[in-house]
């Protein structure tokens, strides 16, 4: 391109779609979560008073100024209990800061990540590959979905403080997702078993307190209350075609 008499190099856009797909490519987002988006998010209503859950609005609000504000200082803990669209929010942060921001940002399952660093154990060297874990490591933007273990072993939590603890040291930005019931409603909530539904401070110091401390450092709590979304809309929307 030439501008009064300069000539300046300008990245053809055919570049910048390549760099957009390999930023996604690399995101290894899940074909399941591949809709999620900030824009199809729905801000439901509560079904006591009919009005939209202030809640999800919060958490949709959080999610967009989150990504207008980015780079930031500090990442999101989303925590609510199941199907409220936690890991729908957190992927959709995760898509705007690759599409419009060119972030490269990186998607993992907590229990996938656990059992490919588990399967990547060579027993010679008595070591894990750095292979998987090296990316969890450097990513700029890491999303950790489901972090959640009902009695971590000792190699969980020494492998997940490890993780959190690097990305702390080096100010990277990490989003996790938790399926809890806050602790406000704790006392109410049973499993069908009886049992009470851990709340988050609990849930987060089985990984030990330190490590709890470091994520309240590290993250905005999210905190979204809502009934089951592929119970109350899902199900409802799936018919044959015959019906
Ligand atoms: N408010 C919403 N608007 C649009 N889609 C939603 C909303 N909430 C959930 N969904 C959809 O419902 C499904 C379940 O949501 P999601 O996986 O985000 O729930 P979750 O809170 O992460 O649940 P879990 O704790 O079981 O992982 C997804 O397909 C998601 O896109
Ligand atoms: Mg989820």
Known sequence: MEANGIRRLVRCECSATKRIQQLLE?????????????????????????????????????????????????????????????????????????????????????????????????????????????????????LLDEMAAANPSDWVKETLAYIINSRYNQKRVTLITTTLVPPKDAGNAVMPSGEAIPDLERTLNHFGATLASRLYEMCKLVEMHSDDYRKAIKQAGYRFHAD
């Not at 809709?35 to 958490?59: P, Y």
């Open 26 to 142: 690399q995101g290894r987002i899940p074909r399941r979560y591949e809709h999620c988006a900030l824009e199809n998010f729905d801000v439901r209503k509560t079904r006591q008073s009919g009005q939209e859950n202030r809640s999800l609005w919060w958490a949709r609000r959080v999610a967009e100024k989150f990504v207008e504000e980015y780079p930031t200082e500090f990442g999101l803990l989303f925590v609510g209990p199941t199907g409220v669209g936690k890991t729908h929010l957190a992927v959709a942060v995760l898509r705007e800061l690759m599409l419009r921001k060119g972030v490269p940002c990186l998607f993992y399952d907590f229990h996938d990540l656990l059992k490919e660093i588990q399967d990547s154990y060579n027993p010679v060297s008595q070591t894990s590959e750095l292979r998987v874990l090296q990316p969890v490591l450097d990513t700029e933007v890491l």
